[in-house]
């Protein structure tokens, strides 16, 4: 086993229930708008270049942080916040990083009106800090519970 292949348990912590909920919602619904991307370039239609770049890259992490997501075990502290204790493996730590990137091109181009999907920046900034969170303990820093920015 390499170095890279060991899973270490990752712990969410604090996380806004509705907003957490939001933001899984999101990832799901560009997940289909990037799959309905691929499939009308698929069958031959004109895609934009850089949606299509975007798709193609998005969809496959979006699917692997997703199992990981929903393998993870989820307790509510009945008032509101989730915590979520799940593992990745240091590995995982650049998918991590490129779904970030990727992420960041599809508000882009959302913006830009080639998208149906809507971007809230309440989400984007829970999964920015998601990203960053899991990215930091993967590389061995202890959980910190998540603290809103407004």
Excluded: K
């Amino acid at each position: 086993m390499r170095p890279d292949d060991r899973a270490r348990t990752i712990v969410l912590d604090g996380l806004p229930e509705a907003l957490f909920r939001a933001a899984v919602g999101y990832l799901d619904d560009a997940r289909r708008e990037c799959q309905l991307v691929l499939v009308s370039h698929g069958q031959g239609h004109r895609t934009e270049a850089d949606l299509g770049r975007v798709a193609n890259g998005l969809v496959p992490d979006i699917e692997e942080i997703g199992d990981a997501f929903e393998a993870a075990e989820v307790t509510s502290d009945g008032a509101g916040s989730l915590r979520l204790t799940g593992s990745l493996t240091i590995g995982q730590a650049a998918t991590i990083e490129d779904l970030q990137v990727q992420l960041v091109h599809l508000r882009i181009l959302a913006r830009r009106g080639d998208l149906l999907l809507d971007s809230d920046p309440e989400i984007a900034a829970l999964l920015t800090w998601i990203w960053e969170e899991i990215s930091d303990q993967l590389h061995g820093r202890a959980p910190r519970p998540y603290r809103s920015v407004g």
